[in-house]
């Protein structure tokens, strides 16, 4: 298990800190880092949540209904929560809030899962992964923007905007970008039993096989940009991920008996560290940017000691 997880861990925290050093020694300017991050999100980003959702077998999405059910408790549940109780106590803006409940509720599973998950489960647990990030591309991408675009609009015209008005503009807004898009079209193609030539899957992942790399170096220069803060907000944020998302899993397993080997894999997924995706927004929104980062690497540290803990109890459950 110890070789498991350092094989794991290592490769990924060399990008990260690429990256970071790379950020430190002044190599990227502001530019050049925006550019990188519109290459990530909207172009190898997209294309590689697209050829992961068409390549999922359409009985597997429409088979594992508590499976479903439990991932979407952890993942939307947990993203509600952590909003109300950012709003209401923590008295945060809706984009902060937002991107709170993001970094608390939103895992890596496609940049961290497959290394993972193959040396643990093997081959055929990719569709796991491939259930799950479809199921968060569909669900917690489009969540996130609409609530950014929401608050976007508010600060930019005023609060004399009618919600409703706000909502039909953010999701149009939402549904323009491609990392929502793309996705949504291949989760179509697989329910109507379309077949995607294989020519047009080796196109897009040639561009989207950039993604886990480019991802976490940027992630590295963002962290690099800002002072790593080490906060009670950052702690509880990166506690929530690492800690309370795997222990709600786990009873959301039980209680909707989900079987092996799905249980088991649904417990890791949520041990995996938050995604880059919210330290990349934030910087586009100029809110929550210090807290973001800041609680990227304070998760990814902290699955040093999760990660094991989660395979264990995974193992404990046949």
């Known amino acids: 298990m110890t070789l498991t997880v350092l094989t794991v861990l290592l490769p ?42 068409v390549k999922t077998p359409r009985d597997e999405l429409l088979s594992e209904g508590s499976y479903a059910l439990a991932l979407l408790i952890a993942f939307v549940g947990l993203f509600l929560a952590v909003v109300l109780v950012s709003t209401l106590l923590l008295r945060h803006s809706l984009g902060e ?24 489960f093997g081959p055929s647990s990719l ?3 491939a259930f799950a990030s479809t ?8 969540l996130t923007l609409v609530l950014l675009e929401i608050h976007h609009q508010r600060t930019t015209r005023g609060e004399g905007q009618r919600v409703s008005s706000l909502i039909v503009q953010s999701l149009a807004n939402t549904l323009k970008k491609p990392m929502v898009w793309a996705p949504l ?22 561009i989207g096989s950039s993604t886990s790399g480019a991802s976490i170096f940027l992630a590295g220069l963002i962290i690099a940009a800002y002072e790593i803060r080490l906060n009670r907000e950052v702690i509880a944020n990166a506690l929530v991920k690492m800690v309370a998302q795997p ?33 990349l927004l934030a910087p586009r929104y100029r809110i929550y940017e210090v807290e973001s980062s800041s609680t990227l690497m304070a998760t990814a540290l902290l699955m040093i000691v999760t990660l094991p803990m989660a395979i264990f109890v995974c193992r404990s459950l046949g």
């Open 12 to 53: 990924v925290f060399f990008v990260l800190g690429l990256g970071y050093f790379a950020g430190r020694a002044k190599k990227f300017d502001a530019d050049q880092v925006a550019g990188l991050n519109d290459l990530v999100l909207d172009y190898a980003f997209p294309a590689m949540m697209f050829v992961a959702t």
């Open 185 to 206: 079209i291949g989760l179509a193609l697989v329910l109507a039993g379309v077949r995607v030539p294989p020519l047009v899957d080796n196109m897009l992942m040639l």
């Open 97 to 120: 809030a937002t991107l709170q409940a993001n970094l608390a509720s939103f895992p890596s599973v496609g940049f961290f899962g497959p290394p993972i998950f193959q040396g643990l």
């Open 247 to 279: 222990l709600l899993m786990v009873l959301l397993v039980a209680a909707l008996k989900v079987g092996s080997p799905l249980a088991g894999e649904g417990i890791v997924i949520c041990a995996i560290p938050t995604a880059v995706f919210a330290p």
């Open 127 to 129: 569709v796991s992964i």
């Open 135 to 142: 199921l968060s591309a569909v669900t917690m991408i489009p």
